[in-house]
């Protein structure tokens, strides 16, 4: 199983516990038992800080404020970029929502030749990437704060990575029928749509674990699937919404890599 974002989710198991309505139960749903916890896990623990802030600064265009991560986290999908990239010694990779950095050093053994470039919208993420890389450095690695793509250049990465992004936790640990009070469709679309400007033709995009399916996007006409989980299934820490932000009750989505059609980029010249 992926760890795919810190979701605190409700411990039901309490609720059968005999302990869960005595005093010590009722002590910690007072305020003030909270705010000590909060304050204690602000000043103690570095991760829980970084999000709480990052919670509490909302930058335009945030997602998923969670910053779980681990290293080597999906392997069969470096592996399949290992496969398709790992010959070309000018690839350009692109890891969108780096975190702390794990998934672009793990890109970094599958793919040795190749540009790597991190980008995640917490600058408190990114201070501990460049950190990693002064302790340890790689010139063909760089890591940048940013919410978009907006100021890369036209087709040029060979792949971009999308994984544990486009979502947000609080959807699968409070549930509910629409996600547009939290995250929208409309901004899923115009991040993917950047994404493939910024792709090569015959480029590669690798999305997973997002609330939305790249194929309700417009961007996905431009896009075959290159790679697709045979029969997933529904996973309830990932909740999939619709075009109008309504919860697909049961929905699944395998599809988890799309190439950028060659004749794509050539229409989106010609119309331009
Ligand atoms: C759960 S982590 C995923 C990390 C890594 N991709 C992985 O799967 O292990 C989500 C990350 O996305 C970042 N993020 C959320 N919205 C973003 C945005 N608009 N632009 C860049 N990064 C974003 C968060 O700061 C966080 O570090």
Redesign the pocket.
Known sequence: MLN???CKRPDRRAMDRPEANNGISRLKRWPIYRMARFLYRFSTDAEYRSVAL?RFEK?P??????????PD??PFLFAFAREKLGADPEARVL??????G??VFALRRYLPMATIKG????RR?IAICNARCRSSPDPAIVFEV???TRTEEIGSYDAI???????H?DLSAFGGDRCDHIIRFADFER?VGDFSRCLRPGGLLFI??SNFRFSDTAAASGFEVALRVPAPEPDPRTPIFDRNNRLMHGAAYGEMVFRKLPHYAQQAAHDA
């Open positions: 795919i974002g810190a990052i930058p265009g945030l997602f998923q404020p969670f910053i779980d991560t681990l986290r999906y890891s969108f929502g780096c975190s702390t794990e998934e980008i995640d919208i917490n993420n940013g919410g978009s990575f999308c994984l544990a992004v486009l979502r936790g991040v997973a674990h």
